[in-house]
């Protein structure tokens, strides 16, 4: 099992521009939820997904924020435009179901100039 | 709503001594709670969990820990603890709404002397 994949590991954008963020869940789990951490603020809950439609978006900070999840086995975050405040560690995680627990990914890196 | 308290946002111990992280939660209906750790540039890993059942719950790397209802807490303990245990430390509780949304204590920060 290759866990949850995230890429890029790392992105450098400069501010105003389109960032995407990508997301492939565990095989066979179908929630998957997107989390952005920060110093100032911790782990947020942006979005999660179940049995990909979106549950619960509450937590995305505002309308440059949008996530799909066009299938079982793919999601993607976007940014645009981006800003400088949006610079965090983004983080996929999946599960199965709602009495397991959540798998993370390795995190995308997101600096914002 | 659920929330997640860590109140020690760095803890300093000696390697071989015992660990102790305190975690309060609150929730109105029973939680499901979780540990994880995050090493540097690393994702979150699960070191153990409580659904239901026995209170004390052993997870992996030596780790457990307890549930107390009454205290509305969840702190993790390690008996010895070795120079590769540094890392952050992520109390989280769960609540059933058609998945598992967990919200995230602030976490705690954990270093070894050697």
């Known amino acids: 099992d290759a866990g949850v994949i995230q890429s890029p590991r790392h992105e450098v954008t400069e501010m105003g521009q389109e960032v995407t963020l990508r997301c492939k869940p565990i095989?066979?789990?179908?929630?998957l939820f997107w989390y952005r951490q920060t110093m100032m603020r911790g782990l947020e809950l942006l979005i999660y997904?179940?049995?990909?439609?979106?549950?619960?978006d509450s937590g995305m900070p505002e309308d440059r924020f949008s996530a799909k999840m066009p299938n079982a086995s793919f999601s993607t975050l976007k940014i645009q435009p981006s800003e400088p405040r949006d610079s965090a560690v983004y983080f996929c995680?999946?599960?199965?179901?709602?009495?397991?627990?959540?798998?993370f990914g390795q995190g995308t890196r997101l600096t914002v100039v | 709503a659920q929330s997640v308290t860590q109140p020690d946002i760095h803890i300093t111990v000696s390697e071989g001594a015992s660990l102790e992280l305190r975690c309060n939660y609150s929730y109105g209906a029973t939680p499901y709670l979780f540990w994880y750790v995050q090493s540097p540039g690393q994702g979150l890993q699960l070191l153990l969990k409580y659904f239901s059942g026995d209170t004390l719950v052993q997870g992996i790397k030596g780790f457990e820990a307890e549930f107390k209802r009454s205290q509305s807490s969840f702190n993790l303990r390690k008996p010895s603890v070795h120079w590769s245990d540094a890392a952050e430390y992520f109390c989280a509780v769960g609540a059933i709404q058609g998945a598992q949304k967990l919200v995230f204590g602030q976490g705690t920060r954990l270093t070894i002397n050697p």
């Open positions: 997904f179940n049995n990909n439609v979106p549950i619960d």
């Open positions: 995680a999946s599960s199965f179901g709602g009495r397991t627990e959540a798998f």
């Open positions: 095989s066979g789990h179908n929630s």
